[in-house]
């Protein structure tokens, strides 16, 4: 890490974006302390990590991996509950909690709860890891790569369960990935890091159509109009409403990226679609010229020299701050 210096909002989902050796786990391990950083300092809920016993803090942290990092020895229902009994909680209060769980995550306790991890697959087990996390309720999670191992359709079905997880608890979540795909998916803002520094920090839009540099261009691939296109959300080309469309032209959620609203607005032969919000009210119109201009790349006058760090200011929990 190399002064590095971030201020994260409570319930944000902040995504660590940036190539192999750039620092995203190490940091995400300091948090943690499972590494020790040689100077500045880190905060938690307004505690600074080195103010508790590393196994306390811990255990007020969620912490899922690629690996899962289940006990082979122990059933799904005893490797879900292990936070909490460590907390020494009442053991009707850790069975209804790891039912409950398990029912958030897709695995019916009656089926799932006495299985071991091996008799689980890939996609199962990383479901129990992301139980797991949950179990002692807490305000901060840390994600190193949780999905990476797994294939496309169950990748995206977890990504899906972790996005509606969030909505409903909105716990800190701090989240390793490669893919910038699964990053604009999921966070509320994205850190691109290179070499042990913060380069850029700021919403999945911005960072896409607005890359601090040429490193952070050429990583989101912000000059591939395909690529963009798969990237920028329907909302951030949104026209004013037209009543007149309403009911009588193709709806689509502001949510969904401009790819497909290309392509239902090539399969339908509709001049425009009519954008809705998550209750299906409309909220404006979106016609082809709009996803031209928002599909275009961005001004070539960006400075490629330096480093950019955008600090969001925070009153408390969920607060990380390094390098002072």
Request: hydrophobic fraction near 40%; charge should be negative; charged fraction near 25%.
């Amino acid at each position: 890490m190399d002064d590095v210096s971030l201020r994260i909002a409570p319930g944000e989902f902040v995504a660590l974006l940036g190539p192999s050796g750039c620092g995203k786990t190490t940091l995400l391990k300091m948090i943690n302390r499972l590494y020790e950083p040689t100077s500045g300092r880190i905060w938690i809920d307004d505690t600074e990590v080195h103010d508790l016993k590393a196994s306390h803090l811990r255990r007020r942290i969620g912490y899922v991996i690629q690996q899962t990092g289940l006990f082979p020895h122990l059933r799904v229902a005893d490797n879900v509950g292990v936070v909490p009994d460590l907390l020494k909680w009442d053991k009707q209060r850790i069975k209804r909690r790891v039912e409950e769980l398990l029912t958030l995550v897709g695995l019916p306790p009656a089926e799932y709860a006495h299985r071991y991890p091996a008799q689980l697959s890939g996609g199962e087990q990383q479901r129990v890891g992301l139980a797991r996390a949950l179990a002692a309720e807490p305000s901060t999670m840390l994600m190193d790569e949780p999905f990476g191992a797994l294939d496309a359709i169950t990748r995206g079905r977890l990504q899906q369960e972790l996005a509606r997880i969030h909505r409903q608890f909105r716990q800190t979540i701090l989240f390793v990935t490669h893919d910038i795909e699964e990053a604009v998916h999921l966070a509320d803002k994205i850190v691109v890091m290179r070499e042990g520094r913060v380069v850029q920090f700021d919403t999945p839009l911005a960072i896409v159509t607005e890359p601090a540099n040429d490193f952070v261009a050429d990583l989101v691939g912000s000059n591939d109009v395909l690529r963009r296109l798969s990237l920028v959300p329907v909302a951030a080309a949104v026209e004013p409403l037209d009543s007149a469309l309403a009911g009588n032209a193709p709806e689509i959620s502001q949510w969904v990226f401009l790819r497909d609203a290309l392509s239902q607005l090539v399969d339908s032969g509709a001049d425009r679609l009519v954008v809705v919000d998550e209750d299906g009210h409309p909220v404006g119109t979106l016609s082809l010229r709009a996803v031209q201009r928002a599909a275009a790349p961005p001004s070539p006058d960006k400075s490629s020299d330096g480093d950019h760090v955008v600090v969001v200011p925070v009153e408390r929990a969920g607060r990380l701050r390094g390098g002072d």
